[in-house]
């Protein structure tokens, strides 16, 4: 069963940039939302950016004009660049794949911005 696979977290400071993937190849599926999550220490999971296939991205607030989501459809890849991180992003980032029913969610890849 094909689970959302994330990677490119790390430790970084203020103003410093990461670009996370997600990977949920292997599903045979044309996969139409993808998503990026995010859960700080002590917070809710909060959404962070999606995109639709046709290219459609919606953001949070928070991330906007900093964070870039895009995918590779026939790949269904995706990515989130991000841009002059700040210490509220610090966070476990997770991949959401609806689609892929009761695995939709990867095991996340942890963000730390130190001040």
């Known amino acids: 069963q094909v689970q959302p696979v994330e990677s490119g977290g790390g430790l970084v400071q203020a103003g410093d940039s990461l670009r996370l993937s997600c990977s949920a190849s292997g599903s045979g599926l044309s996969i139409n939302v993808m998503a990026w999550y995010r859960q700080g220490p002590g917070k809710q999971r909060e959404l962070v950016a999606s995109?639709?296939?046709?290219?459609?991205?919606n953001y949070a607030d928070s991330v906007k004009g900093r964070f870039t989501i895009s995918r590779a459809n026939r790949a269904n890849t995706m990515y989130l660049q991000m841009n002059n991180l700040k210490p509220e992003d610090t966070a476990v980032y997770y991949c959401?794949?609806?689609?892929?029913?009761?695995?939709?969610w990867g095991k996340g890849t942890q963000v730390t911005v130190s001040s």
């Open positions: 959401n794949v609806p689609e892929l029913g009761l695995n939709a």
């Open positions: 995109i639709l296939s046709g290219g459609r991205k």
